[in-house]
């Protein structure tokens, strides 16, 4: 992550990714403090660079620990208590350390009405897992989701920043074997 | 309430049939109840300024409008036609109170808030008790927000008031609603809890039993309280507040609406202070002292005694306390002018400083009593330094200070000791007589806030004892002292006679009226005494 | 790679004539198909010339309500000199819609040329990108068109040489559907919870940062610039006279050729369903549409030779929406279709007001009971008496959303509803 980034989009970058450090600092280093910068100077504001520190916070460690909150709050002068009413209400700042792969899986209405729900269920059987709960092997968390906007596209997952699409159950195993070819 | 009167203009408008004419920056709630229509209200607080509007019960329908508007964040119109009662607005207001019902626990039976409860009211009202709901309720539990505050988020209708009050009146941003949805819930930062100092307002504010003092949970049902207005007597602002007793006990104190003191606020040191001072031996009849002992004895004996010993006074020194009142100060300083004693001091105990943000006005003085404005206007003068000395071989005359950290020998030389008071401090022990009084919540009268606000306080609780008002036993001894009591001085029975002897003899006082004082206060040398208070808006909670 | 859903019978591409060529997503790519040409001839126009060019165009909203644009712009301050702000809408959530997502993975420089006239016109210094979070494979596509664009003058301080300065940033939302309603969105942008506000203050005048802003949705704006490079009449010769311009379809459900077709508006619902979607796959018949996205009325098989224009929808007992007919066929249990649909109402109210908040998690409460076989007749009535309560009480009209489909189904199916709750039953096929 030492590519420079262009300020227009440092609030921008896509959080969810599938190698992470939590152990990383947040603003304590030289890319941290360069984030932070690049975000500030885009809003007249600095509560306004909130939506994009979390989501810095949940791209560098995969999720959005009670110490990110704090530190967030420190550097935009807001309380923790106001950070973490904003995070929660955000479905997509993880709460908890989740698996190397996130798997969402959409059942809103068009995705239903193709077989979401068999799809969910596939993931769930392939992984081992049930609904929010991570693998033992820390590989896979799998969730419902809401509408990913790939509707024509059903059923849509999208497993950390990738979409996949016209998904069917049959699909499953082999989207699993590839994420483990390149993803772990 | 209405913003500045003379600034802004004047608009009409008709509510449910009546004209008024109010500010033209009042909001349509306000008007209503100007025209004394209640709108329930939820989100609404006259006190935190933000109106979300977001809890939708206040919706009215306004003539020429398509929808329903909430009245609580509409300004008046010239001409405005509000209907609050129609056939829609009714339906609405019954479906946001049957949908607060689908998931709320209905344990009125052992909630804190039973009988005070706004969603009990309104549900009442509209007759919606029996939820329509086959679903199971969500529940969600409890949950501590601050040391002494639990939350119940199951009877929580995530009316942001308690949010609103924290960030926007105490300028505190530490507790916020988390998720959003029907998940949503009141929280503090994880693993933090509120420690702000005025935090028990937001147990104030919260319309339903959501928010609770823990030290009042389960202690006494809404209608077994005896409410008394009062004065906080912990500190020189003086709060208004309503004392809430149940069988001559104080279980609480809640903010009183004065919009010149505290608005709707107190301080959590007041909520607190005076329940957990009330404690201590309390003298229970006058105590004379008999070959060395003190003895009970009834009050004539005792007054005629106190009496025929002070006539043989001529030197000696005088300690007032700044929570005695101020009726009991100007009787104190009648009887030390009678006896030749000039001066006297008093002492305040300091604690920390803290401001509401919001109301900069409402905050904990340093001058941790209600009264040392009106010890000063007495002519007793603070004294900062130690303990009060020892009079020697003098007279002394103490009025309430208990003598607490002084040493137990304290006064045993004294000519004469004459301890006018409601404690039984080692050091009081040592006196010649000591004269039980009743403190501020046995007795009615005055206290002089820091700013010279002369503000009433009611009795609240039956004296201890034989205990009377200090204003009532100095006048007697005073009546005594002039001329025996005959009958020549009339020594005042009621509180409100002392009050007027008080101020004819007191410059500072003169334009004050017992009436006009009323439940709001007046300021000393300002025209304002004469202007009676409008009655603050009724507020549910 | 070609785009993949475009219509085989004569099509108009206005929006969608680059989708499908990687090239076009490049600067010096979309520069060959014409790209910022529109921008040159908005920067020689006066702010108000380009305003009126738009509203003669008839150019209404695409975020769903349709509200003209020109006549939105018109809304804001004349003066210069106060800050002034453009949100660009791509938090595409509707369920059914994925037409925003298309324009911003295929044509980026289309929606931020639209974005930097539609600046112009509003006097705006700087614009706002609010991006759907999920939507992470397109926000890379479109940073990277952004980064180009500032680097070669076309963003940035004095564009293109003109001595008019703008800014983009794209922000990115994080997974909250009420982050579309424009109140929400400039909570949310402002680093709050995506929660609406009461209007008024209307944004155009107190937005963002206290200051006048427009909010406009993605494929608005990337019909601006055909709009200013060709004028109002090119753009009036499509579509009827309040509803002119094409429009991108996005079409899915069960559907032999779901996808994202640009269309003509009025061309009649049938039309799309079966000729450029091919209808139901297997022989199936097709049962129920709803033809704007998850939050517009149900029609039925019989329904759907309207006009897909904004008043042809309303005439037909629906509304346009986003233009997203999501499509069931005879297989359907509308039930637990309703179910999953106010599922997500509920899901993502903000929960400020109480009807909406308490309401859609009680409707999807019955719906699933009934789904579950312990439905009782008395809850159709609940649920009828539910949608009066949610509709036109609440800030904003995410509850009225879920009434919409709510009450056109139990009106048009009342047979599911009372076979599920009588028989345990579908009536599906
Ligand atoms: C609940 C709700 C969700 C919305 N979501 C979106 C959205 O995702 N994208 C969008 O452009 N408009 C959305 N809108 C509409 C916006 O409020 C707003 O009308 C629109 O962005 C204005 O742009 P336009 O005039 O260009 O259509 C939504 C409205 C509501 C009530
Ligand atoms: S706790 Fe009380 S004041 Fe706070 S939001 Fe809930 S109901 Fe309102
Ligand atoms: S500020 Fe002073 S008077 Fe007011 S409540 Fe606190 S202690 Fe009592
Ligand atoms: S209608 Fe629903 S989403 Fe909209 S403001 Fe009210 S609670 Fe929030
Ligand atoms: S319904 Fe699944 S992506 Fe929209
Ligand atoms: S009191 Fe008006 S909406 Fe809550």
Redesign the pocket.
Known sequence: MSRRIHPSVAGAQPFQLAERDPEAPLFESAEGQERLQAVLSRYPTKQAALLPLLGYANELHGWVSKQDMESIAERLDLTPAYVWSVASFYTMYNKHPIGRHFIQVCTNISCHLNGAQRVLKRFLEETGTRPGETSEDGRYTVIEAECLGACGFATAVQINDEYHENVTPERVSQILAGLDGNGS | MYGNVKTAELVSLRIDGTEISVPSNTSVIEAAEAVGVLVPRYCYHPGIPSRPAQCRVCLVEIEGQPKLQPSCNISVQEGMVVHTASEEARSARRSVIELLLVNHPLDCPICDAAGQCMLQDYAFETRQLASRLNEEKLVMGRDRIAEDILYFADRCIICTRCVRFMREVAEDDALIVAQRGYRAYIDTFPGAVLDNPFRGNIVDVCPVGALVHEDFLFKARFWDLDQTASVCPSCSTGCNVTIDTVENQIVRLKPRHNSEVNSYWMCDHGRKHLIMSNRGLRPEAPLLRRDGKLVPTGWGEALTWVAERLREVSRGMAIVSPHAANESLFYFRTLLDRIGIAGGTFRVEQGEEAILPGFPKLQLRADRAPNASGAELHGFERFDGGAHSDPGGDAVAVLEDPLGELPDEWGREASFFLYVGNRLSPAARNAHAILPVTTFAEMEGTFTNFEGRVQRFHQALQPAGLARPAWLVLARLVSLLEDGGDGGVAAPTLASEAFQVMVRATPAMADLEWASVGLKGARLGSTEAAVPHAQAPAEGA | MAYPYRDDRETTTVLSRHMGEPEARTLSGWLERGGYEALGTALEMEPDEITEIVKESGLR???????P?GM?WGFMPKENGRAHYLCC??????PGAFK?REIMRWTPHLMIEGCLIAARAIRAGHVYIYV?GEFFPVVRVLNQAVVEAYEAGYIGRSVLGSGWSCDITVHLGAGA??A???T??MSSLMGGRAEPWMKPPFPAARGIFGAPTT????E??ASVPGIVANGSAWYRQWGSDESPGTKLWCCSGHLVKPGNYELELGVPLSEIIYDVCGGAPDGKRVRAVIPGGS?TPFLTADELDCETTYEGMQAAGSSLGTASPIVMDESTCLLSAMRRIAQFYAHESCGQCVQCREGTEWIAKILRRIEDGDGEMKDIDTLYDLCEQLTGRTI???AD?VVFPLRSSLDKFRDEYESHIQQDACTAT
Do not use: M, P, Q
Request: aromatic share 6%.
């Open positions: 909203g695409r975020g769903g309500a349709g509200f644009t939105k809408n791509a938090d595409e959530s509707e925003d759907r559907y009420i579309g309603e424009e929400g969105l909010v406009n949705n993605v608005t704006l939050s904003c009209v995410l959303s």
